[in-house]
Structures are given as structure tokens and as C-alpha cells.
């Protein structure tokens, strides 16, 4: 079924052939246009091959309403409501940018619909009781990339990011890590998602002369700096985050890109990892599921993160189902109680063991550190 309208392309997905009267419906909100379409496509993807992979949860099939954010902060929380209202979905799952997630997990907590965030928040600790995110904490994930710089004998780094609560969270988990290990950050400038240039703030950071450079942005706007540093003949490292391990940021990013440092999950180089390394198996089995599902390899990490939201809610809702009949409001409480309380289930990320009143549920075994060479991300040691 497709519809069109305001908020923008809907399409409802059944895992499997037929609906029952008792399917688990789950309301997915990404970004198919718009700035970060790239990050939202990918998602999109991954979520279908999560389908292709398990599409059956103790005889219930997952019903998936999709709907298209646009990028807009405003858009998602109205379809959020949409989904909630209209659909009356089980559950939550997107999005593809911190703004957007946030704006829908607060409809999400004011309903008392759990949710899944596929980018990182961090709302205030009374409003976290309805959600868990999948990918990884920036402070874990950032706190890597100023190990590595220790190890280099960086003591001086210049900051660029997102003008936006993703280019906060980075910033702030810099910050947070820096300082104990003697680093000093230089500069936080800020741009937008939508934004062509940034020289004036390049300009800044190139007379403060850092040893290195840290970007907080993602997807293909996550580019944009590394233009102007390259622009302004900055040679220096450049690190980065987990939110610019994607396809299209390789490919508008060109050589401006070439050797920037970062954190990922293990599912992008799963074939570098050791034998016996957790998540290894089933990334292999994910890889395999995504070609045959899209007829392309699985090059990114933002769908592997669907796909892992994906088995945490199947996972969920199976024990969840256990307890009320999916529809409910009772099976939206039994649902978000088995969320928050999964424990040791292996994803293409991680191993995620989630805690009620904690967002987060991975550890060190769900980052390693990269290099991008010659356009292919390398495992560092």
C-alpha cells in the first residue's frame, strides 16, 4: 500500500505473506529526503534485510509502517504522532539524525510508545523511560579516538561540527575525554547541515594550528569540512566519528577524505576482525541477507544499525507477546520491558545488554578504529 500526502511517503511492509490478526505493528520514520537522505536510505535498507533475516517471532509476522521525515525535526514529530494515532503501532523506530529522533522520541514518551532510536540522544534522564538507542554512545566511541591520539602525541586539536544536538554530543564527548588525557580543544565551530562552506570557520582553525582536527558531522554534509581543511592545505590527522562511516560520504568526500581516522562498529570490517571476535559470525550472515535482500553489498554502518534494531525488537516482542496481545497498551508496556531488559543479544555492532533508566546498551566490543585508504576502511591495530 503507498500513500501520499503532508508528511510525506508512507509504505507498509509485512514480513511475510500474509497478516494475522495478532501481528506486532512497527512505525519506521526515516530520512528518504532531504539533506541526510543518504544516512536514511541506508537505514531503510537495513531494516528490510532485518526482515529478510527474521521475519517470523513466534508464529507473529511484524507489520512495518514507513514513513519519510524529509530531514525536518518538525516532520518527524508529526509523524510520530501519525504513526501513534493513525497506525497505532506497537513501537518506534528511526531515525536518521539525532534532531529528528529526539523530536519523535518525545511523542514517543508522551504516549507511552517505546521506541528504538537509530541515531544517538540524550534526553534529560526523567523522559528516558520509553526508549533505548542502538548505535553506539559518542563518548565511547570518541573517548577511541583520543586514545589514538595519545598514542600519536596529539596534545592540541581544533573542533568542527554540526550546529545541532549531534554536533553537541561529539563536542562533548571531546571535551570529556581530552582534558584527562592532556589534550587541549582549540576551537567549536558550528555548521549547518544544509551549509556548502565553511571556510570562515576553517579560517579559524587553521590560525589556532592544531595538531589535529576532530569533525562532528555525518553522512554527506560530514564532507564538508574536510573540503576546506583540504582547500586551505591543512595536513595534519583529521578524526572523526562513527556517523560518517557511509557509503556516500567515501563518494562525494573523494580524496578531501582520504585517511581521516575513526570509530566504527565491527561490521565494517568484519573480515579484518580476529577469529572468535563476537559479532563476527553474524555480520557474515547480515552481509549475506543484504546482498541477496538488495542486490548490492552492506558497505555502511547505519543499516547495520536498523538491522540490529530490528533484532532487538523481534527478540522483545516475542517475550513481550508472552504477556498482553500486540495492539494493546498493555503489550506496549510488556514491549518496552523486554527492551530494556535484553540481555547478551549479538548484533552486526555489538553485544547489547540494556538496563532500565539507561539509553545505551553496548560496550568496547562494539568499536573499532579505522583509517580510510584508498578509499576502503582499514582496521587499525
Not at 534526553?123 to 589514538?148: F, G, H, N, S, T
Not at 557474515?284 to 525488537?313: C, M, S
Request: with cysteine; aromatic share 6%.
Amino acid at each position: 500500500m503507498i500513500r501520499s500526502g503532508l508528511l510525506g511517503v508512507c509504505f507498509v511492509f509485512l514480513a511475510g505473506s500474509v497478516a494475522a490478526a495478532q501481528d506486532v505493528t512497527l512505525g519506521f520514520q526515516t530520512s528518504l529526503s532531504g539533506p541526510i537522505s543518504s544516512i536514511g536510505l541506508s537505514l531503510k535498507k537495513g531494516m528490510e534485510a532485518g526482515q529478510a533475516y527474521l521475519g517470523d517471532i513466534g508464529g507473529r509476522r511484524i507489520k512495518v509502517v514507513v514513513l519519510d521525515d524529509a530531514s525536518d525535526p518538525s516532520t518527524a514529530a508529526r509523524n510520530a504522532r501519525k504513526l501513534i494515532e493513525e497506525h497505532k503501532v506497537d513501537a518506534l523506530m528511526g531515525s536518521a539524525g539525532s534532531p529528528l529522533t529526539q523530536a519523535s522520541a518525545v511523542i514517543g514518551f508522551e504516549e507511552n510508545v517505546p521506541m528504538i532510536a537509530l541515531a544517538p540522544i540524550a534526553p534529560p534522564a526523567d523522559k528516558r523511560a520509553w526508549m533505548i538507542v542502538v548505535p553506539q554512545p559518542p563518548d565511547l566511541m570518541i573517548k577511541a579516538d583520543v586514545d589514538a591520539m595519545v598514542k600519536q602525541g596529539i596534545k592540541t586539536v581544533a573542533y568542527i561540527g554540526f550546529s545541532d544536538a549531534w554536533g553537541d554530543l561529539v563536542y562533548n564527548g571531546l571535551v570529556k575525554a581530552a582534558g584527562p588525557a592532556g589534550i587541549k580543544v582549540l576551537t567549536n565551530e558550528r555548521y549547518a547541515r544544509a551549509d556548502t562552506s565553511v571556510t570562515g570557520q576553517v579560517l579559524k582553525i587553521i590560525a589556532a594550528r592544531p595538531d589535529a582536527v576532530v569533525t562532528g558531522g555525518s553522512g554527506t554534509p560530514g564532507a564538508t569540512p574536510h573540503f576546506a581543511l583540504q582547500e586551505r592545505g591543512y595536513k595534519g590527522p583529521i578524526y572523526s566519528s562513527h556517523a560518517i562511516i557511509n557509503d556516500d560520504f567515501i563518494k562525494v568526500g573523494g580524496s578531501a577524505v582520504e585517511g581521516v581516522i575513526a570509530p566504527t562498529g565491527p561490521i565494517i570490517v568484519a573480515e579484518q576482525l580476529p577469529v572468535g571476535s563476537p559479532t563476527r559470525e553474524i555480520s557474515f550472515k547480515y552481509r549475506e541477507v543484504f546482498q541477496k535482500t538488495h542486490n548490492e553489498p552492506a558497505n555502511d554502518a547505519n543499516a547495520g544499525y536498523a538491522f540490529d534494531g530490528w533484532l532487538i525488537l523481534a527478540d522483545a516482542a516475542k517475550r513481550a507477546a508472552l504477556r498482553a496481545k500486540p495492539g494493546t497498551a498493555e503489550f506496549r508496556t510488556a514491549l518496552r520491558d523486554a527492551m530494556i531488559t535484553t540481555r547478551d543479544l549479538v548484533g552486526v555492532h555489538g553485544v547489547y545488554n540494556f538496563k532500565p533508566g539507561e539509553l545505551y546498551g553496548v560496550d568496547e566490543r562494539a568499536r573499532a578504529m579505522v583509517r580510510l585508504e584508498g578509499g576502503k576502511w582499514k582496521l587499525l591495530p
